[in-house]
Each structure stands twice: as C-alpha cells, then as structure tokens.
Antibody, heavy 118, light 113 residues
Framework: EVQLLESGGGLVQPGGSLRLSCAAS????????MSWVRQAPGKGLEWVSF????????YYADSVRGRFTISRDNSKNTLFLQINNLRAEDTAVYYC???????????WGQGTLVIVSS | DIVMTQSPDSLAVSLGERATINCKSS????????????LAWYQQKSGQPPKLLIY???TRESGVPDRFSGSGSGTDFTLTISSLQAEDVAVYYC?????????FGQGTKLEIK
C-alpha cells in the first residue's frame, strides 16, 4: 500500500523558512515523479512544484519560483520542499503526491499545515 | 501558463440524477505525438486529500466506480457522474499536466438537491 507522510509544517513568521518532508513507502520511490500541491484555508488546490524520478528536472509555480526548492533523496525514499522568505499567502496545507505514468497524481499524503503569521 | 476554468462553480443535483462538470483550458492539452489529452479529474471530500478519478481525460483510475466518466479533447472536457450517490458530495477539480506547470481548475462544489 502506498503511503505518503508529510512533516515539517508549523507556525513561522513572515520572512522565515521551513523544510517540509514527505516520507514515502509501499512503492519504488525512485521510479516515480513527485509533486507538491497546497491548499489555503477554504480555497482550492494550487499546484506548487514537480520533480522527475531522478531529481534532474524540477518545475515551479510562478508564485513560488525563487523561494521554494523541491528535492528528493531516493536512498531515503523522501521528498523535500525547502520554503524560504515565507509570506502570509503561503499559509496552506501542503500535500505531497505521487505521479503515475501519465503524470497525474494518483496517491496523496494527508498534508502538513504551514501558517505564516507574526 | 495554461489557465483551467471550471463551470459551474457549484452544482446541486438530486440523488440518482446525472451531474456534469465542465473544464476548459486556455490552450490545447492534446499531445499530438501520442494523441493523449493531459487532463485529470480529482475528487476532494471535506477534510480529506484529493483522490484521482480520471486521467488521460477519460481513463478511470483503478477502483473508481463506473458511474464516473470523463470526456472531451483539446480544450474542452467534461466529468460526468451518471447517477449521483450521497457519497459523491465533494469538490471536483480538473488539472492539466501538458505543460511543466500543472495547473488546477478552481473547483466545482457538488451538493445534493
């Protein structure tokens, strides 16, 4: 059974940083691309970032490019999202998701909440 | 960026009736080399993460009831629930993965009439 467990969220002041992690199990992590998707309270889904299987290619939403960095450690079956220079509008639940062969997200974690507030 | 626009924003349908949600992309998401539409549909119930229903615009994910179907090509797509069940109350999202920025639609809230 595929399991994705996010961690690292919390309350942070504007301008601060966090590193989110997503521990994967139940599948061969290194064979699948992964994504981060966020959802602000009461709002819709916002795609944040995507990383290929090897980590060689990464993509970002315009709203986070230059502040967020996606990475992965295939030896530890873990996906990361380094988020810097946080803004109030980054407050959201952050989900990690596994991509299927079509690149759609076929498995999702339960999410980790990031709150940016002074 | 490809902008995804769903309609309607909310929808109320009687149990057993058909529900139809539309999704329009600002440019085609049909990849000519494999003739596939890079379009997925997700269901998100209250307090839960999203669940993949449909990918390649019309391929049902394993385990998804066959009352859910996807159709369309190019820029116009539809998610149809043929006979609405109580457990289908949720917000539904389309997403394109044609471009390197995998944008979502704004969501459609489906309720029981």
């Amino acid at each position: 059974e595929v399991q994705l467990l996010e961690s690292g969220g919390g309350l942070v002041q504007p301008g601060g940083s966090l590193r989110l992690s997503c521990a994967a199990s139940g599948f061969t992590f290194s064979n699948y691309a992964m994504s981060w998707v966020r959802q602000a309270p009461g709002k819709g889904l916002e795609w944040v970032s995507f990383i290929r299987e090897s980590g060689s290619d990464t993509y970002y939403a315009d709203s986070v490019r230059g502040r967020f960095t996606i990475s992965r450690d295939n030896s530890k079956n873990t996906l990361f999202l380094q988020i810097n220079n946080l803004r109030a509008e980054d407050t959201a639940v952050y989900y990690c998701a596994k991509a299927n062969a079509a690149t759609a997200s076929d498995s999702w974690g339960q999410g980790t909440l990031v709150i940016v507030s002074s | 960026d490809i902008v995804m626009t769903q309609s309607p924003d909310s929808l109320a349908v009687s149990l057993g009736e058909r529900a139809t949600i539309n999704c329009k992309s600002s440019q085609s998401v049909l990849y000519s080399s494999n003739n596939q539409n890079y379009l997925a549909w997700y269901q998100q119930k209250s307090g839960q993460p999203p669940k993949l229903l449909i990918y390649w615009a019309s391929t049902r994910e394993s385990g998804v009831p066959d009352r859910f179907s996807g159709s369309g090509s190019g820029t116009d797509f539809t998610l149809t629930i043929s006979s609405l069940q109580a457990e289908d109350v949720a917000v539904y999202y389309c997403q394109q993965y044609y471009s390197t920025l995998h944008t979502f639609g704004q969501g459609t809230k489906l309720e029981i009439k």
